[in-house]
C-alpha cells in the first residue's frame, strides 16, 4: 500500500486525528498513530501534527502505508431484555435525526466495566430506530445518578457534541439532597480535585493548587429549600467536569449527598429516608448539531421525590424537550 492523502469530510469536522484514522484502520493501534504522529509519517495540510490534534472539514490527511492487522474484538453488547427495551423507550425525553436525549435511570452503569454486566452502552442498538448507525456515548453519569444523558445517532452528531462537552458550551443543572445546610446558603466552590484509585474504584479528593495531580473544579451551587438544619435541597452547576466533582465538593463545604457512602460515609444514609445517591441531572441545554440550542429536562427518580414528600418539598414537573 502506497501513501494516500485522504480529505477530511464534512461528517468528520472537529474529530481528532488518532479517531480518524482509525476510522478508516480499524486494526490500527495509537501506539502506532503516535509513532505515525511523531516520526511525521502522518500530516495534516503538510505540517505535522498530534494524534490529539482536531481536524477541520477539508483538511488533507497524509496517511502512510499501514500492515494490515486484525481488527479489533467487536464490542461487548448486552442483550438487552424485553423490559429493557420497553423501560428505554420510556424514558426517551428527545429524539430527532441527530440526537437522543433520555432519562437515565439510577443504578444503569452508562459503560461496561470489571463486574459490571448490564449497562446502557451495550444496550444501544435497542435505541437504533431508523438510523443506520448504533447510538453513540457522548458523554456520562455516574451509575447511580439519574437524569438527563445525551446520545448522538451519527459520526457528525458525535463529533459535534462531543466537541461542545469539551468546551464546556453547555448548562448543567442537577439537583441533590444534602445532609445539612451549607453556609452560606449560595455560592461557588473552587477547589482542585485530584484522582485516587483505578478506574473501577476512582474517586477524588480535594487538593492544593500547587498539587501537580489536581485538576480545576467549580460548582455553582444555591439552597432552593432545607427542612431546617438537617436536610437541603440544592441546585449544582458544574463548571467543570471532574470525576465525582459534585460529590466530592458538596462534602467538602460540609454537606454530603443523602445515599453517598463513599463521600459522607456515616453521614450518607439517615433513618427512614432510601438508600440511594440523591444526586440528579435535572437540566441540559447545549448547541444543538444542526443549530440552535435544545434544552432537556428530567423529573426526579422514584427514591427522590418520596425523599421530597416525607421532607415538604414541592418540585416543579419538567417542561419538555425544546430547541430553539
Not at 61 to 83: D, L
Not at 94 to 120: E, F, S, W, Y
Request: positive net charge; proline residues 7%.
Amino acid at each position: 500500500m502506497s501513501v494516500r492523502i485522504v480529505t477530511v469530510g464534512p461528517d468528520q469536522a472537529d474529530m481528532r486525528l488518532d479517531r480518524f484514522l482509525r476510522s478508516l484502520h480499524p486494526g490500527l493501534t495509537q501506539g502506532a498513530i503516535q509513532k505515525f504522529c511523531r516520526t511525521g509519517q502522518v500530516r495534516v495540510d503538510g505540517k505535522r501534527a498530534e494524534a490529539s490534534t482536531h481536524l477541520a472539514a477539508g483538511q488533507a490527511v497524509r496517511i502512510p502505508p499501514v500492515p494490515e492487522t486484525p481488527a479489533p474484538k467487536p464490542r461487548q453488547t448486552v442483550v438487552a431484555n424485553e423490559w429493557d427495551v420497553k423501560e428505554l423507550n420510556a424514558r426517551i425525553l428527545h429524539r430527532d435525526a441527530d440526537v437522543l436525549v433520555i432519562d437515565k435511570p439510577a443504578g444503569l452503569a452508562t459503560q461496561g466495566g470489571k463486574g459490571i454486566a448490564r449497562h446502557l452502552d451495550g444496550m444501544l442498538d435497542a435505541l437504533r430506530f431508523d438510523a443506520a448507525e448504533r447510538p453513540r456515548l457522548v458523554h456520562r453519569l455516574d451509575r447511580d445518578t439519574s437524569g438527563v444523558l445525551v446520545l448522538a445517532r451519527n459520526a457528525f452528531a458525535a463529533n459535534r457534541l462531543a466537541a461542545a462537552f469539551r468546551g464546556r458550551d453547555m448548562e448543567k443543572t442537577y439537583w441533590a439532597i444534602v445532609v445539612g445546610l451549607p453556609i452560606p446558603m449560595e455560592g461557588q466552590i473552587d477547589l482542585p480535585l485530584a484522582r485516587i484509585g483505578g478506574a473501577q474504584g476512582a474517586r477524588t479528593r480535594p487538593a492544593d493548587r500547587d498539587d501537580e495531580d489536581a485538576a480545576k473544579a467549580i460548582t455553582d451551587y444555591r439552597t432552593l429549600d432545607h427542612a431546617g438544619r438537617k436536610f437541603s435541597w440544592l441546585e449544582l452547576h458544574p463548571l467543570t467536569g471532574r470525576t465525582h466533582q459534585l460529590r466530592a465538593h458538596c462534602a467538602a463545604i460540609g454537606t454530603p449527598i443523602l445515599g453517598d457512602a463513599p463521600y459522607g460515609e456515616h453521614l450518607a444514609f439517615a433513618e427512614g429516608f432510601p438508600r440511594q445517591l440523591h444526586l440528579h441531572a435535572r437540566r441540559l441545554v447545549l448547541p444543538h448539531p444542526r443549530g440552535g440550542r435544545l434544552s432537556v429536562e428530567a423529573e426526579l427518580p422514584a427514591h427522590m421525590k418520596t425523599t421530597f414528600a416525607t421532607l415538604g418539598f414541592t418540585a416543579p414537573h419538567a417542561t419538555p424537550a425544546r430547541r430553539g
